[in-house]
């Protein structure tokens, strides 16, 4: 959507943040020329049909907006039949392509891994292995959030504090990548600021 574009320019050239990124996700597809949005993000499929289309959105907008941006992996709540790449080696090949950085959200590993039916001790496990294939060079933020489990279902809902396996996974990224600029996402139910600034502390 180019006007969309034209406008995050605007805003990015007004604001001159100090980063900017999204997700790798898409909202909505053209349905009989029409645009039907999903109003969430969905997964792309870990292909090289899918890195191929993304890497073409990541040239595009990096150069719409003539700055690097980061790359979010996403936390999803269904996946495509045709994947066949791993989601780290999908992401680093992605960056080595566009030269785009990457945005690794930890709550979104822990999400992912217990919505596949893994309890807590596999879920900081498997994002463990995650990290061990992610190329750190590439890692320019962190994200951190709380979660929330409802009807068999975890849900990113940045709706309370950060959970314990997602400082676990925190603290093995800051060992095996390094420091970076981190965000902890606390977006609905907003408790008073003590309660938010203890956990820009402890992070």
Request: aromatic fraction near 6%.
């Given at each position: 959507?180019?006007?969309?574009?034209?406008?995050?320019?605007a805003?990015?050239?007004?604001?001159?943040?100090?980063?900017?990124?999204?997700?790798?996700?898409?909202?909505?597809?053209?349905?009989?020329?029409?645009?039907?949005?999903?109003?969430?993000?969905?997964?792309?499929?870990?292909?090289?049909l899918?890195?191929?289309?993304?890497?073409?959105?990541?040239?595009?907008?990096?150069?719409?907006?003539?700055?690097q941006?980061?790359?979010?992996?996403?936390?999803?709540?269904?996946?495509?039949?045709?994947?066949?790449?791993?989601?780290?080696?999908?992401?680093?090949?992605?960056?080595?392509?566009?030269?785009?950085?990457?945005l690794v959200?930890?709550?979104?590993?822990?999400?992912?891994?217990?919505?596949?039916?893994?309890?807590?001790?596999?879920?900081?496990?498997?994002?463990v292995?995650?990290?061990?294939?992610?190329?750190?060079?590439?890692?320019?933020?962190?994200?951190?959030?709380?979660?929330?489990?409802?009807?068999?279902?975890?849900?990113?809902?940045?709706?309370?504090?950060?959970?314990?396996?997602?400082?676990?996974?925190?603290?093995?990224?800051?060992?095996?990548?390094?420091?970076?600029?981190?965000?902890?996402?606390?977006?609905?139910?907003?408790?008073?600021?003590?309660?938010?600034?203890?956990?820009?502390?402890?992070?």
């Open positions: 959507d180019w006007q969309h574009l034209r406008r995050v320019r805003l990015v050239e007004a604001v001159r943040p100090g980063l900017v990124s999204d997700h790798a996700g898409f909202c909505r597809v053209l349905r009989h020329q029409q645009p039907m949005h999903a109003h969430a993000q969905l997964p792309i499929p870990f292909t090289a899918g890195l191929d289309v993304l890497a073409a959105q990541v040239d595009a907008t990096q150069q719409t907006l003539g700055r941006i980061l790359v979010e992996n996403l936390g999803a709540y269904l996946c495509w039949d045709e994947d066949d790449l791993p989601e780290p080696e999908f992401l680093n090949t992605l960056a080595a392509r566009t030269g785009c950085g990457l959200d930890l709550n979104h590993l822990v999400v992912n891994a217990l919505n596949r039916g893994q309890d807590e001790d596999a879920a900081i496990a498997a994002g292995a995650w990290l061990e294939r992610i190329d750190a060079a590439a890692v320019g933020q962190y994200h951190l959030a709380g979660h929330a489990r409802l009807d068999g279902v975890v849900i990113d809902d940045h709706g309370g504090p950060v959970g314990e396996p997602v400082w676990a996974l925190y603290r093995e990224a800051l060992g095996r990548i390094g420091a970076r600029p981190t965000l902890i996402e606390w977006d609905q139910t907003l408790p008073g600021v003590a309660a938010l600034t203890a956990e820009v502390a402890r992070a």
